[in-house]
């Protein structure tokens, strides 16, 4: 397993109320996002847990893209990774976004 931490300044804080969300499976091929409003509006942090070694610099291309896109301020998001692809994990990301977005707490 590799560990991998990303923190990243941000322009606004993310829409909606909900305190959390989840989205996604882990199985082969694929990964689980859980996203948490708990950091100040100006920041995001995501942390990940894969099996997939060596990919820190395709991670990293991945969420900075993500994170330029979405603003998500105020969001820790923690993955599950089972060796997804960028473009699963892109989708998970904004899928996790536009959930806590929602009006549920």
């Known amino acids: 397993m590799e560990d991998l931490s990303f923190h990243h300044p941000v322009r606004e804080r993310a829409g909606g109320i909900r305190r959390s969300a989840i989205v996604g499976v882990v199985a082969s091929g694929n990964l689980e996002v859980l996203v948490e409003r708990v ?3 100006a920041e995001c942090a995501i942390e990940i847990k894969t099996a997939a070694m060596g990919f820190g610099e395709v991670w990293s ?3 900075g893209d993500f994170v330029e896109r979405y603003s998500p301020g105020g ?3 923690s993955i599950n990774d089972g060796g997804a692809r960028p473009d699963t994990v892109s989708l998970r990301l904004a899928q996790a976004v536009r959930l806590i977005a929602g009006s549920e707490q």
């Open 39 to 41: 950091l100040p509006d």
């Open 61 to 63: 291309a991945v969420i």
């Open 75 to 77: 969001l820790k998001f």
